[in-house]
């Protein structure tokens, strides 16, 4: 396993994130806290950039310790990994963005449970060095982003009739899409939206999400 | 270990003691780094993250009282001590730890040095009060809860007081502000976990200022009405934040009588009342209690 994998072109490790295997609307992780705090747009972007530093931190130190631990506790020092990251961002935002963490500051701790992260350590950060492992981190952690983003402004805009917390409409068009089942409508809605991008496209992508690892 | 479909799984070898202590040396290896890393971090984000909740905390009681940037704010923790059937309450303000019984009754009074006084961190103060009052087992020692005297030069001007009440699904923890005949001057949700576009109103200013200007007999008196918020009276309620307690409460004083009661938000009573019901109780205990614990401030 010590040998590295001639890494894709770094096109094709962001685009995997955002489209291909975007986690939340193609791989369906972590659909818990993108149900939970896609109440307003804010909360996505916020927690999406929280996820975006914890996976890119994990995906690179996972690359790096892969040589010196042995296989059999990889996991453990995965999960050991994400924990340092998770309780590092969750100090900092405390201390330096306390605003932000007031909003986001339950969910922060709960990265560490993220079945994305883990997934893409496993996946990817034990074949690749840690250049590869930073573009595919990025592209993960964007791909996240992204959807919490989409799946926030679909909720806000409906459920409240506004965006980053500004009015835009004089009325709640939908007040179901904001409590916790519309959340769930949502995220079907935005994974059939991908699916139908992808038959367009001729239908190129494995069903059900996952495939190429690379 | 590979397992084939019809074969056989093939037993893995146990490791050797050598892939043993490689593993052992590797995980303490992660772990010390690790335990490194949020050492560090800890030490440098800590005094920022209790400085920021502190700040957080006086700013909102400073806005609730609209108190001068001189005024102080000084801290007053309640305890309470089971010792079998005996029950102690014990307050801890600027000057004093008063030990009383429940009618009032001082059992002990000591003085409060200090550094304890002005100490921001809650800890500091829960410490001392350990040392000072006996208890046979520390679990009988109890805080029980706290308010705020907000002090301009050296008269209370005002006072906020913490409380809870049960919403939707779990607490709602709320700040009342209060001046010296016990009219509510203000009322901020601190925190909460109703339901958003529902429930989570109640930290909207049309929800939570319906509280503002009311005196003591007129939150004894009031209840909850599902009647549709009046537009004349949001837009007041609006205004109070945005323009200082006082000249608000000249300014829409006569609205007052002609909304006697809480408007409930719509699809949200549960909540409405919880929160009601919840200033209800805090404003009539801490009457009861400020009978008591004036004497020490």
Known sequence: ?214 | MTCIPGKPVVDQAPPSAREMMIIAIGLTAVCLVAAMILGGLYFFTQPAKEHNLHMREEAMIRGLLGLTPQARIQEVRRYLKREGKDVQVIYLTGKKLAQLELDGKEVAALDVPNDVAIAGAAEIKDEWVKTQVKVSNPEHLKYAGRFFVGIEGTQPVGYVVEGVTLGFKTWIRFFMAIDSAFTIQGVEIIEHEEDPGLGAEIVQRYFKNQFAGRSFEDIEKISVTKDPLPKEWQLALEQLGDMPFRPWLEKHREMLPKNPNIYAITGSTISSTAVTVGIKTALGNFRKRMNIVGNYL
């Not at chain 1, 573009?135 to 926030?152: I, K, Q, S, T, Y």
């Not at chain 1, 699916?195 to 059900?208: C, E, Q, T």
Request: with cysteine; aromatic share 10%; net charge positive.
């Open chain 1, 1 to 214: 396993m010590s040998e590295h994998r001639t890494p894709p072109p770094v096109s094709t490790m962001l685009m995997r994130g955002l489209f291909e295997e975007n986690p939340i609307f193609r791989l369906a992780l972590s659909l818990c806290p993108a149900v939970a705090v896609t109440t307003a747009v804010k909360n996505g972007l916020m927690l999406g950039v929280a996820v975006l530093v914890v996976q890119v931190l994990s995906s690179m130190s996972g690359s790096l310790v892969k040589h010196i631990i042995n296989p059999k506790i990889r996991i453990p020092v995965f999960t050991l990994l994400i924990a340092i990251w998770v309780s590092a961002m969750d100090m900092i935002l405390a201390a330096y963005f306390a605003d932000v963490y007031q909003q986001v500051g339950l969910y922060v701790k709960l990265i560490v449970a993220f079945a994305i992260i883990i997934s893409r350590m496993e996946l990817f950060s034990m074949k690749h060095s840690v250049v590869p492992c930073f573009w595919d981190g990025l592209g993960m952690g964007l791909g996240f982003l992204v959807g919490l983003v989409l799946a926030g402004a679909f909720r806000e805009l409906l459920g409240s009739g506004s965006i980053f917390g500004i009015a835009v409409l004089p009325f709640k068009p939908l007040l179901l899409v904001v409590l916790p089942a519309g959340g769930f409508f949502t995220i079907g809605l935005i994974m059939a939206l991908f699916n139908w991008v992808d038959i367009k496209r001729g239908h190129k992508l494995p069903a059900g999400g996952g495939g190429a690892h690379g």
